[in-house]
């Protein structure tokens, strides 16, 4: 996850995990036009990234879902942290 241009980008692979598929489905979804990236760099060295609000036109419910659970493992997390005398930074 990164910031660019005040928006949140992902790459192919943390899209992948999100949607619980495979990196080649999504580059499938981004040929159909289901899904639009913004490319880093050019030629072979160009990296693709998929902004939250491309995530949203797929299945908004899915991504909604995945944030959740990544806040309330965070919370238990910081939890446990907490309790073994862990210093969050």
């Known amino acids: 996850m990164k910031d660019l241009f005040g928006e949140t980008y992902f790459t192919i692979s943390q899209v992948a995990l999100i ?22 760099g050019s030629g072979r060295s160009s990296h693709r990234r998929y902004s939250l609000r491309e995530l949203k036109k797929v299945d908004p419910k899915v991504v909604e879902e995945f944030f959740l ?18 210093k969050s930074e």
């Open 19 to 40: 949607y619980q598929t495979h990196n080649n489905t999504i580059k499938k979804w981004e040929k159909d036009g289901k899904i639009i990236p913004i490319r880093l």
């Open 69 to 86: 659970a990544m806040r309330y493992y965070q919370k238990i997390d910081s939890k446990i942290q907490e309790e073994r005398g862990v």
